[in-house]
């Protein structure tokens, strides 16, 4: 597709919090401030609660594996009511290091050097925290790239990125595509569906990349480092790399803080699984948080469906007494309007689903 995120307003511009840290404040500037949000549970002993994230061991998994394994059965419960897990034994530690350097590099560089790859008027690609009229802004400066196909990367982003970081980013997207297929393997082993019907959906497929900074705030409670979204994907592989917690998720109703495990990557169900999957598997919705003291950065890769492909209920998942649950409708589609509005938990996706009497159970012929 030529295009896999619209337009934004035409006003539009970049603001970087990194520099407005730079700054002597007394208080966070107005833009930045959301009363909106709603706090993280507090314990009765005053202390945050944790909530309990399953720990998949990807040592543990195989290709041949069966749907009665504990570890994979432990993999489809994750899916099923948490929509993410901590994923430990990944094969890719041995380069976290170099990726840890070379992103904190980036984020050190000179302003009018992360300038050059600032988010142009009417795009969404590029560095910086977009600025939209009457919009509050988040307490983070982004990084955000389509990087598959790679006939869609953008010629001024990421071949111009510094050639350390380039090679770095690009052995690490390399090793993500490959964990990416592994999982979705496995998830399709968890769904009882046939292998290559997701292997067909997925590989090759619509992926991009967001580095993120958070920078310390010195009124951490109200701001918010990421808006609460679910993301518009199949799943998302999100890596915390410097050891930073801040990733909250939102659980039967209340924000609850995720202790990330060094080196672990947390994967977790987008709205595109929970629709292939027909409502079985939950996109989990999430945020960012900030503190007072430390920065916090994060890279994560997100996984689609090929562009031209059409999302919805997996047809072998669908029966009478299980009919479909969502409308079906061209990833590219999805995607444009995905981006077009503004982020606000899982309001998207709520969009997509049928109407009970316009729900059907789809034949196989």
């Known amino acids: 597709m030529e295009s896999q995120v619209p337009p934004l307003h035409t006003g539009s511009s970049m603001v970087s919090v990194q ?171 968890c769904l009882g569906i046939e292998i290559n019907e997701m292997k067909e959906l997925f590989d090759d497929g619509f992926q991009a990349m967001r580095l993120t900074y958070y920078p310390p705030c010195p009124q951490p409670e109200v701001v918010v480092g990421m808006t609460p979204h679910s993301d518009a994907t199949g799943i998302t592989i999100l890596h915390q790399i410097n050891s930073v917690d801040g990733f909250q998720i939102k659980k039967d109703g209340v924000w609850t803080p995720v202790h990330i495990l060094p080196n672990a990557f947390v994967v977790n169900v987008g709205d595109v699984m929970e629709i292939l999957s027909n409502g079985l598997y939950k996109s989990m919705e999430h945020r960012a948080a900030v503190n007072t003291t430390r920065e916090r950065i994060s890279i994560a890769m997100f996984f689609n469906p090929k562009p031209d492909s059409e999302i919805g209920p997996i047809q072998s998942l669908t029966t009478a007494e299980s009919p479909a649950l969502f409308r079906r409708i061209k990833l590219e589609k999805y995607v444009k309007g995905y981006f077009a509005q503004n982020l606000d938990g899982k309001s998207y996706l709520e969009r997509m689903k049928l109407q009970p009497e316009k729900a059907v159970a789809f034949q196989v012929e």
């Open 19 to 189: 520099e407005l840290i730079k700054e002597t404040m007394g208080a966070v500037p107005e833009r930045y401030v959301r009363h909106d949000q709603e706090p993280q549970i507090i314990s009765d002993n005053g202390r945050t609660e944790t909530p309990i994230v399953p720990v998949i061991d990807l040592g543990k998994l195989s290709s041949d594996q069966t749907v009665c394994d504990p570890e994979l059965e432990k993999l489809h419960e994750a899916c099923k009511d948490l929509g993410l897990f901590q994923l430990v034994n990944h094969g890719i530690g041995p380069l976290l290091e170099d990726l840890r350097h070379e992103i904190e590099e980036f984020f050190k560089l000179p302003l009018s050097e992360k300038m050059k790859f600032e988010v142009r008027t009417g795009e969404v690609e590029g560095y910086g925290n977009i600025k939209r009229p009457e919009e509050k802004l988040d307490w983070g400066d982004r990084f955000f790239m389509i990087v598959n196909p790679v006939v869609k990367r953008r010629p001024h982003l990421f071949p111009e990125l510094p050639q350390p970081l380039r090679n770095t980013l690009d052995s690490y997207i390399k090793e993500t595509q490959k964990l990416a297929m592994q999982l979705l393997r496995l998830i399709s082993k």
